[in-house]
Nanobody
Framework: QVHLVESGGGLVQVGGSLRLSCVAS????????MGWYRQAPGKQRELVAD???????NYGDSVKGRFTISRDNVKKTVYLQMSSLKPEDTAVYYC????????????????WGQGIQVTVSS
């Protein structure tokens, strides 16, 4: 089984910064992509950013230039540095791992963390 555990969320003022972390654990052989999604009340879950094994990144339009995603493949950890935070960044942030291969298996799966709250107050 694969588990994703997020940390680093909380309450921050407009213009502030936060750093989210997500660690993947379990009998993992490889992970193709790790990333962050978010869901605000009454809205659909949306991509914030993701990063593939080779380092290529993809960002949602609303966070480009403000958020930076990075990844430590050895530690199976993905980070999201969030800066210049806005009230509209308030949401539950979910860590995702896509294309996960576990030891002893040739199949791949996708996994999600439980989510962590980020609240930006004005």
């Amino acid at each position: 089984q694969v588990h994703l555990v997020e940390s680093g969320g909380g309450l921050v003022q407009v213009g502030g910064s936060l750093r989210l972390s997500c660690v993947a654990s379990g009998s993992i052989f490889s992970i193709f992509a790790m990333g962050w999604y978010r869901q605000a009340p009454g809205k659909q879950r949306e991509l914030v950013a993701d990063i593939i094994t080779g380092g290529s990144t993809n960002y949602g339009d609303s966070v480009k230039g403000r958020f930076t995603i990075s990844r430590d493949n050895v530690k199976k950890t993905v980070y999201l540095q969030m800066s210049s935070l806005k009230p509209e960044d308030t949401a539950v942030y979910y860590c995702a791992a896509r294309g996960v291969r576990v030891l002893g298996s040739v199949s791949q799966g996708d996994f999600w963390g439980q989510g962590i709250q980020v609240t930006v107050s004005s």
